[in-house]
């Protein structure tokens, strides 16, 4: 199985070979993407929703 990101945009980011994968680059560049309008992402494992959405802004 692959995952990957789909951002509130309607994009998404590319594919991990597993879920460790794509949450480490998810902490990395949360912040780049939201700076370029993403304000939510979903966790993808193939088609099938594992969690989210998740909003990237920092708990007030």
């Not at 780049?32 to 494992?45: P, W």
């Amino acid at each position: 199985m692959t995952y990957s990101w789909r951002y509130s945009t309607n994009e998404s980011s590319v594919q991990f070979p597993t879920q460790a994968d794509a949450e480490t680059w998810l902490g990395e560049t949360w912040a780049d993407l939201l700076a370029s309008g993403v304000e939510e992402v979903s966790l993808l494992e193939a088609d099938r929703i594992v969690y989210g959405p998740m909003s990237l802004r920092p708990a007030q």
